[in-house]
């Protein structure tokens, strides 16, 4: 809905209610379609305004910032609804009203118009935004299509407001581990006295890996970005499970019950495998990590508050024995076969890589993994890039984020679980950079959702 004046003199408020349909051209640039209909009045008239129009937003101060600058072209219909003449002895028996036009008729005025202004469009959680516009809607009178009479222009601010209370601070209980060596046991006539040969040394490793079972990471909603002090964390973790070989981690991510099915599924599910891809990083051997996902089950708080919520979105870890863990992944390996892939340019683009949520489609993704596998075998100087950009225009800022990094992970995690090792692997994370200078030429416009897979030397990059 847009409320405008037609003039700072006016009495009141005119409305019009605004269908459109917005498309992306890249992070934060897009175009918008729409047709409105309302009414328009001034000091001594009342119309129906019905304006069609297209028009190119672009941020202001880069593409992750709020604040977009539009502007357009247009048409739109004005119809003359009634004259307004109180003072008229001849309308006032007609309520202080002329009619000029019947609802049937088309004696309006035909005329082109360019809107302009400037708009804020904040993301707020599950995906609504918070959108304010003000701007004007220049009549272009010279290029009118009949010698109708149409408004010399009208200005409006529209506000689209969805309340969203704000995300209280939790931080999880850490664990405490205290030992006692060498302490003085007080003997008792009806106790036999302990020596201090007789107290086994510790194993504090095995105590903290059990520790690990009342241990959990905690996300924002909307997210599967590990936090710095979890990041630091999880760097501490890695050092305990290599020291405890026979064991193996069981990672399992969880959401509240703030989205629907399937955005909780896909959130617990990215929030799993970038603890686990945390871990594979940091040099754990991948038959001591696994990782599952639980969508919004086995919630451990209530999802009525916010602090319930964030107690639920969260990634849990259980310890496995290796006898019950899964079989470890092959290593990699090369057949010598000759590959026809070109260096530092895609092997797989939207076309080849499909996704439906997060699960793999498609029949050629197999066939894609191999050809960079083999690549990656053959040739040991060789990084790969890996990274998903979507401009879905239903999604906020926050969701489309979070689209992108979980692709691109999942993508990873394929790569990795198939032996490559991960410190080859550059994987775009759209909460802390973009998509490298390099490879940004690569993207195509246009697109809802694109994947880049691109294997590059870094010494001729460099170059």
């Known amino acids: 809905m847009q409320q405008g004046y037609t003039d700072v003199n006016d009495q009141g408020l005119n409305y019009q209610f605004r269908l ?4 992306n051209f890249s992070s934060g640039r897009f175009g918008e379609i729409s047709l409105s209909s309302g009414f328009i009045s001034g000091l001594g008239y009342r119309s129906q305004l019905t304006p069609l129009a297209y028009r190119v937003a672009q941020p202001v101060f880069g593409e992750d910032n709020p604040l977009y600058a539009y502007a357009g072209l247009g048409v739109f219909y004005n119809r003359p609804l009634e004259v307004i003449a109180p003072d008229d002895p001849l309308t006032v028996e007609m309520g202080r009203g002329l009619p000029t036009s019947s609802f049937w008729d088309f004696e309006g005025g035909f005329a082109p118009f360019i809107p302009f202004g400037l708009g804020l469009n904040v993301p707020l959680e599950l995906g609504t935004d918070l959108n304010i516009t003000a701007g004007y809607n220049q009549t272009l009178s010279a ?40 302490a003085e046991i007080p003997s008792k006539n009806w106790v036999q006295p302990l020596k201090i040969a007789d107290i086994k040394e510790p194993n504090i490793s095995a105590i903290l890996l059990k520790g ?17 002090q979890d990041q ?31 955005v909780n599924e896909m959130i617990s599910e990215s929030r799993s495998r970038a603890v686990w891809l945390a871990l594979a990083e940091s040099g754990i051997e991948l038959q001591s990590i696994a990782y599952s996902w639980y969508g919004d089950n086995n919630p451990v708080s209530e999802n009525d508050t916010d602090q319930g919520r964030y107690q639920n979105q969260r990634v849990e870890f259980e310890i496995r024995s290796l006898d019950e863990a899964e079989a470890p992944v092959g290593q990699l390996e090369s057949s010598g ?7 530092n340019k895609p092997v797989a683009d939207t076309d080849d890589v499909q996704f439906d949520w997060l699960r793999l489609t498609g029949d050629n993704t197999e066939q894609i993994f191999n050809l960079v596998i083999e690549l990656m075998a053959n040739r040991p100087e060789l990084q790969v890039f890996v990274g998903s950009v979507s401009n879905e225009s239903w999604a906020s800022l926050r969701l489309r984020r979070e689209f992108d990094k979980a692709r691109s992970d999942k993508l990873t995690a394929l790569l990795v679980e198939r032996g490559v090792d991960p410190t080859r692997i550059l994987t775009h994370n759209p909460y802390q950079s973009e998509i490298p200078e390099t490879f940004r ?12 897979i691109i294997p590059f030397n870094p010494s001729e990059n460099e170059e």
């Not at 009342?214 to 924002?220: L, V």
């Not at 760097?235 to 981690?249: A, C, D, F, V, Y």
């Open 20 to 23: 459109y349909n917005r498309h």
């Open 143 to 182: 290029f009118k299509f009949n010698d109708r009479e149409v408004p010399k222009g009208f200005w409006g601010i529209s506000i689209g407001l969805n309340f969203n209370r704000a995300k209280k601070d939790y931080t999880p209980t850490p664990l405490f581990i205290s030992t006692v060596r060498d």
């Open 212 to 228: 690990l079972n009342q241990r959990s990471i905690n996300f924002d909603v909307l997210s599967s970005d590990i936090q710095v």
């Open 232 to 262: 630091n964390w999880l760097e501490e973790t890695s050092l305990i499970i290599s020291l405890n070989p026979g064991n193996q981690i069981h990672i399992k991510g969880y959401a509240s019950a703030t989205g629907s099915n399937q």
């Open 337 to 343: 076969e000759a590959l026809s892939v070109e260096i």
């Open 441 to 452: 030429p690569f993207l195509q416009q246009g697109l809802d959702q694109q994947t880049l």
